[in-house]
């Protein structure tokens, strides 16, 4: 089991920029492949990016490449989620997840951080 801390978010115009961290804990980080999901306000939760265990490969959801990248630093534990050029529509809860298989599908996550909120004004 691994334990992650998400922080990072926070309020942006629209246009704007904001960088996610995630600090894994309890095991090593280069066991898992790392993935950003979120969840907007009556919405399901889902995929936003993933990177696998050494990083040498990223996915990201349709609504977010080239805008969105994600890395990883396995010496440091941690995760990151750049996100520019940010739209309205980003505004969500986004979370950290730590899963065995790459990419990531949301029932194969095994463990969540607590999350953040990231607001986009228009």
């Known amino acids: 089991q691994v334990q992650l801390v998400e922080s990072g978010g926070g309020l942006v115009q629209a246009g704007g920029s904001l960088r996610l961290s995630c600090a894994a804990s309890g095991r090593t980080l280069s066991t898992y492949a790392m993935g950003w999901f979120r969840q907007a306000p009556g919405k399901e939760r889902e995929f936003v990016a993933a990177i696998s265990w050494s990083g040498s490969f990223t996915n990201y959801a349709d609504s977010v490449k080239g805008r969105f990248t994600i890395s990883r630093d396995n010496a440091k534990n941690m995760v990151y989620l750049q996100m520019n050029s940010l739209k309205p529509e980003d505004t969500a809860v986004y979370y950290c997840?730590?899963?065995?298989?790459?990419?990531?599908?949301?029932?194969?996550?095994?463990?969540w951080g607590q999350g953040t909120q990231v607001t986009v004004s228009s």
């Open positions: 997840a730590a899963a065995l298989k790459y990419p990531p599908k949301l029932d194969e996550v095994g463990d």
